[in-house]
């Protein structure tokens, strides 16, 4: 596995543009696609509640649309840790079984966890 510090700065970084006025929980993410480019995202909520979109899929269709598929990690930086909602479980599965998903507390850039997007969703749902 290669140094993930770069991912997890990045999602350090883009977590300060969050849009979170409601919760006031601020998420950043960054995935890593294996030629090495990082896409960012964060969460953007609004005041229809229900349409507050999380940081790791805002990442992850960043990358989409720049036509990369295939990641390696997705760092989720939050405070205090956050582990992926399951909607963002599920989403991160679509592109793999053994994607690295860690994350990190923003207050406390030490205190990690980490799993791959299979151990996170055990069974998950594939159209296959
Ligand atoms: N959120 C994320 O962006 N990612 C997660 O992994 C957990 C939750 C956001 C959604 C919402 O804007 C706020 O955090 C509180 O739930």
Do not use: H
């Not at 805002?58 to 598929?69: D, L, V, Y």
């Not at 760092?75 to 990190?104: K, M």
């Amino acid at each position: 596995m290669q140094n993930l510090e770069p991912l997890i700065d990045a999602a350090l970084k883009v977590r300060q543009q969050a849009y979170a006025p409601y919760s006031n929980f601020s998420v950043g993410a960054a995935v890593l696609t294996d030629d090495g480019s990082i896409f960012t995202g964060c969460n953007v909520e609004n005041a229809s509640y229900g349409l507050a979109i999380c940081a790791e899929r805002n990442a992850i269709t960043s990358a989409i649309a720049a036509g990369k598929q295939n990641f390696v990690a997705i760092a989720v930086a939050a405070t205090p840790l956050a582990s992926p909602c399951g909607a963002c479980r599920q989403f991160i599965f679509e592109f793999g079984d053994d994607i690295q998903v860690i994350s990190v507390d923003a207050a406390d850039p030490a205190s990690r966890k980490q799993w791959t997007s299979k151990a996170l969703l055990p069974d998950g749902f594939r159209l296959d």
